[in-house]
């Protein structure tokens, strides 16, 4: 029997793992000093288990320990990448003839960086927000490669281009758009918030010079986030955005986080362990779940990259619409199935998903979309479970409305 309620909403946050609970709980009372502190061993052995978290995380993603600024999550990551490059850039201006004021990403990125944008336009940066592939394609959600060299200036700052999509799970080409960042001597920001432990993710092979993540995605805490900041070819300098006590080299004040800290590094460690059993796992299941769906249903399409293009989409994600209903409607019958129509980020809001419409996709087809997100705890009788709640669901309500 499975238990209900089923969680596929995987992309929105995760179930902290058991094994990260256990590593953290020391962490709340019995070594509880201020990792700020160095007059004393409380203080210490906080720092101790901070360090040892930050040089297992850097290593997890081929960085040193002194790039790894750790923040409150991916949110304040991103804001401090783009607002912290945009306004060096501004300060150092002053003392230089050219300020460089362009950023370029793409339509389809999250909020924490399209707002971050809007923001800094507001501010005097210039903003080229890229199209991607449109749906049906097997490789819609990409962007195209001689967009980003065409849209490449003199003046141009920053490239802040995500790894993989939190709602069609695109896995973005980050090492050629590396090359192209780099030819033109612009940096290079990665949202890889969705990509982390989720597929192999290494600074160097990627070529990124930002990179932020977060726990809550990976089975650790929520409320603690990094980002990755390149020390050498180039050394990256960005302008803080909290100011305070100094901490994080100056770049982030504020106590940190410890539990959370210590919390994220062992999330991120069994994510290391497990990825090459769970990416196929994951694969398989989400293989079988579409399966399911469109042998039980006509009119369903698959929204972004191919499924059978392991390179182009998380293992975990599944984007469809279903013709003739709402996904709304199919939420709200499908209670025991905890699934999403857009980013839960944005569900707040009434307006239909921007990731799908920067697909192309009809207003219909947004609003018939179901995103699933399969994760570390789904197994495979949920799915069936699932498979058959959906088609019976869906069947349903266009009868419904058909009568
Ligand atoms: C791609 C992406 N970036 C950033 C975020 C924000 O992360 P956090 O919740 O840690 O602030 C999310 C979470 O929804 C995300 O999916």
Same mark, same amino acid.
């Given at each position: ?243 305070? +006590?100094?901490?994080?080299? @100056?770049?982030?004040?504020? /106590? ?8 994220? &590094? #062992? $999330? =991120? ?98 609003? +018939?979309?179901?995103?699933? @997100?399969?994760?570390?705890? /789904? ?8 498979? &058959? #709640? $959906? =088609? ?12």
């Amino acid at each position: 029997m499975v238990q209900l309620p089923i969680y596929l909403d995987n992309h929105a946050t995760t179930r902290v793992d058991p094994r990260v609970v256990e590593a953290m709980l020391p962490y709340f009372s019995a070594v509880y000093g201020n990792p700020g502190s160095a007059t004393h061993d409380f203080g210490g052995a906080a720092k101790d288990a901070v360090e040892d978290a930050r040089s297992s995380i850097a290593e997890a993603i081929g960085a040193q320990a002194k790039e790894i600024v750790f923040t409150s999550g991916a949110t304040e990551s991103n804001n401090l990448a783009l607002r912290g490059i945009a306004e060096r850039a501004a300060v150092t201006a002053s003392k230089k003839a050219s300020h460089r004021r362009h950023i370029i990403s793409a339509a389809t990125e999250h909020p924490a960086v399209l707002d971050t944008l809007a923001h800094l336009a507001r501010r005097g940066c210039e903003i080229t927000r890229l199209p991607v592939i449109p749906s049906p394609d097997t490789q819609a959600g990409l962007i195209r490669l001689e967009q980003l060299t065409d849209a490449l200036r003199d003046d141009t700052v920053l490239v802040s281009i995500m790894l993989a999509n939190n709602e069609i799970g695109v896995i973005q080409p980050l090492a050629e758009i590396a090359k192209l960042c780099k030819k033109s001597g612009v940096l290079l920001h990665c949202d890889a918030t969705q990509a982390v432990g989720k597929i192999p993710v290494d600074v160097e092979q990627l070529g990124v010079d930002l990179m932020s993540f977060t726990a809550h995605k990976i089975y650790g805490p929520k409320g603690v986030g990094a980002l990755y900041v390149r020390s050498r070819g180039p050394r990256v300098r960005l302008e803080p955005q909290i100011d305070g +006590g100094g901490q994080e080299a @100056g770049r982030r004040s504020g /106590t940190l986080n410890v539990p959370g800290i210590v919390g994220f &590094a #062992r $999330a =991120v460690e069994i994510c290391r362990e497990e990825l090459f059993t769970e990416m196929p796992r994951l694969a398989a299941l989400r293989n079988r779940l579409y399966a399911g769906l469109t042998s039980g249903l006509a009119e369903v399409t698959l929204n972004g990259p191919a499924l059978d293009l392991p390179d182009l989409r998380l293992p975990g994600n599944v984007n469809v619409s279903f013709g003739y209903v709402e996904g709304e409607a199919i939420m709200l019958e499908m209670r025991d199935v905890a699934v999403s129509t857009g980013s839960a980020c944005t569900s707040a809001l009434p307006e239909p998903s921007h990731v799908l419409r920067g697909l192309g996709m009809s207003e219909d087809a947004v609003r +018939g979309s179901i995103r699933f @997100g399969l994760g570390r705890f /789904t197994t495979g009788e949920e799915i069936e479970f699932v498979i &058959a #709640r $959906a =088609v019976e669901v869906v069947t349903r309500l266009r009868t419904m409305s058909s009568g």
